[in-house]
């Protein structure tokens, strides 16, 4: 009976860390979309800036400075983009570190139960 009992509890302990680690790797996932997604938001922040400077070249500009509005403004919208990409990586290692102990707790039960297993 308390090999059933043993057998019983593994099982609830394994679909538990099973749907712990799916709940992660999606957290992980959408994170990392949302990174991808502010890169590619500063590549098109970045044409932008390049096609209004070419734009003023033509037109007879000859130097740039960043009290230019419009590549101030730009500017600061791909510092926001690296801010929030640094803080979603943050979020991404802070999620792999606190996977960590499941895997610990993973080889202590094993230990465990294979001592329960020998001390009837």
């Not at 400077?53 to 791909?78: C, R, V, Y």
């Amino acid at each position: 009976m308390s090999m059933i009992k043993n057998a019983g509890q593994m099982i609830l302990n394994l679909s538990d860390r099973v749907v712990r680690g799916t709940e992660r790797y999606s957290k992980i996932a959408k994170l990392t979309v949302d990174i991808k997604r502010s890169e590619d938001d500063i590549e098109k922040t970045q044409k932008k800036i390049g096609e209004y400077i070419i734009e003023k070249m033509d037109s007879g500009t000859t130097s740039f400075d960043s009290s230019d509005q419009f590549i101030g403004e730009h500017a600061e919208k791909i510092r926001e983009y690296r801010r929030a990409i640094q803080t979603k990586r943050e979020e991404i290692n802070e999620i792999r570190k606190e996977a960590k102990p499941d895997v610990n707790d993973s080889i202590n039960n094993k230990t465990e139960n294979k001592i329960d297993d020998i001390n009837p």
